[in-house]
């Protein structure tokens, strides 16, 4: 019996034959679908993660080969080289700018070490037939590896005989033969050696003005060429002689600068006696300068030994009131003690301007400061074989041949500044009444640039330590160059350095943990 369906009311097969169904997405659109049809379609599977990987060489290249990556490296490339001219100008700029040491040329007389010799130490031969300006010429070469570079020939001259000439050389220093064997010799050593014609009347009668006929003028003026002929590089007067004139000096200059070239240039020194020095300029010759050198004494000349508070009032005279007119030449000038006098030797060595040193007492510290060559004070009775070349060779102290050869290679010692430092002392010597105007520390830098020199002297004969809060813009640690007494190595630290009685010490300075 069929059964009738009701209104309203899904059919029991309505899943079979599709009753009702409506099409969509997920279902069978069709009426008459089979049984095996589903409802729902399932989801398709995923696919699976894939790791990223760079771009091959190949994909690069051809993603770097379009117009804007073209671009890009030319901005970087040109933006590249205008930062590195940009830096390398202000570099150059700062370069510039800042503010360096101007390297003066200097004279050979400026860069010399002058050596004074005496007459009567070089005539005297003994009876081997040693000593004397033969000797002398054999040890020329050792001289001049010392760092000397010019000889000054004391009194090599009568000085009765008036005007200077060529036939006045005196029994004193030898035959004029002998004399110009020792300049022949000299230049050959590359010494240049300077007539000390100091005292002498060069000038002949002169009238109540103190002027000179001109016969004498000439004299004197045809000796200079006498003598400029055979090599002399120069000639040394006083300021107390009758020849230290405007008038003679002009004449002199002209003579001079006949025999003068760049590197043979030929000099007049001076040699200051008086405390003030006579005018060293001719303004009416258009501000000319009459002499090359000034010569002056560190101490004043005495008959005693000058004491340690003499020496330091005579040092700091000195130091405070340097005079830049004329290029300075320093001696040692009067008596001191043995300690003292190399304590003066440091600092003629390190003062700015040219040492000058004396035979037999600065560079030689054995037999009481003189040399074996041609000293007078030696045993006469020793054989002559006992002579060697060694021990005629006059033995200069490893102070001097260091004090030279420093002098030599820093441009500091040789040309730097110069600046007076006024220290104090931390040892209180208040109660010695003896030494109570003696000053502690005497002191001074030489600089050159960022290099530094040192110089410090304890004239007084007590210990002394630098104050530690004394120049607090110098560095701390430097290391010795040389010093009087037991010799002193290595760095230090001028906080702990503390001077010995009569020392002397030279220290370059350098920034703390620069030095090794």
Known sequence: MERTEEPGRMPLNAAVTGYGTVAGPRLSASVGGSESALLLVPEPEAEPFQQWQPLTKEELEVAAGGPRWRKARCYLVLLFWLTWLAMLAIAIAIIVMSPRPVKTPLKWWQKSLFYQLQPDLLTEERADGSGGINALCKQLPYLRSLGIGALILEGPFDKKTSPLNSNATGKRFGTLPQIQHLLAESHKADLKVVLDVCELDLLGPQDVAGNADKTSNFSATHALRFWLEQGVAGFAICDADAAYSETTLLEWKGVLKEFSSEEKERIVVVKQTKDVLPPLKSFSQGNVTLVDVVMRSIMPSSQHILSANEVAV?????????????????????????????????????????????????IDQAQNASLEVGSSDGDTNKSSDTHTDKEK????????????????????????????????SSTDNSSSSSNSTLPPILAFLRSW??????????????PHALDPAWAPSLPKAGVFVANTGTVRLGSTTLDTLELRPHEAVVIKLFEAGSYS
């Open 393 to 424: 060779r006059p033995l200069a102290s490893a102070l001097f041949s260091t004090l030279s050869h420093s002098r030599a290679r820093e441009e500091a010692l040789l040309f730097g500044s110069f600046t007076f430092l006024p220290f104090n």
């Open 449 to 462: 640039g960022c290099v530094h020199f040192l110089i410090l002297l304890n004239v007084g004969p007590e």
């Open 314 to 362: 005579s040092i700091e005279t000195h130091l405070q009131t340097r005079e830049e007119d004329v290029w300075p030449s320093w001696t040692v000038g009067g008596k001191a003690s043995l300690n003292l006098k190399k304590l003066l030797l440091v600092l003629v060595m390190t003062l700015p301007g040219t040492p000058v040193v004396r035979y037999g007492e600065d």
